[in-house]
């Protein structure tokens, strides 16, 4: 399996409430991305967190890394129609018997707010 | 400023033909990386530069699959010949510095391979 899954794979929610996406991931990291995408653009980065932060906030964004259960989570509150997007985690992961990392995508969650 | 430019942004193309997507990075960024995109497979990362140079290859599927960097500002992915599984969304995206930093992305290209 991939480092970088996240789930639930879909999520379907009503304007107003609140969405968490979760991230799991294999190796060690130095730092954990989100990002979003709409349909039919470019993905876009949201937030960074690094491994010895275990919370961060931006605007409606909160999010958390337990390095212990190697997970994170995004959650988006009071959420909009206009946050209907696909959510993707992305580590620096290792990749190889070295000490060399890259950047690893999950396959992302996508989230539809209903108006 | 402008972010990561791409063109075309859609491109049909028949089975066997030769297909240049064009890519200019976020000025000062010295990363620049391709992806392949599919519901199938999700997001491929196919090459990375850094200072212009391949850094990595080893996601390109093929031998028809190639792409340079000339100089800091452009960047094209060429397939020759195409096939239908070719078809796809492909991204550029440029970083400030290195492989696992923040990455812009542009606007994708959509490829149809008939």
Redesign the interface.
Known sequence: SQQGEEDPQALSIQEGENATMNCSYKTSINNLQWYRQNSGRGLVHLILIRSNEREKHSGRLRVTLDTSKKSSSLLITASRAADTASYFCATDGLYNAGNNRKLIWGLGTSLAVNP | DAG?IQSPRHEVTEMGQEVTLRCKPISGHNSLFWYRQTMMR??E?LI?FNNNVPI?DSGMPEDRFSAKMPNASFSTLKIQPSEPRDSAVY?C?SSLEG??D???????TRLTVL
């Open positions: 990561v999700g997001l990362l990375y990595d991204f995206a492989r696992t923040t990455q812009y992305f542009g606007p994708g």
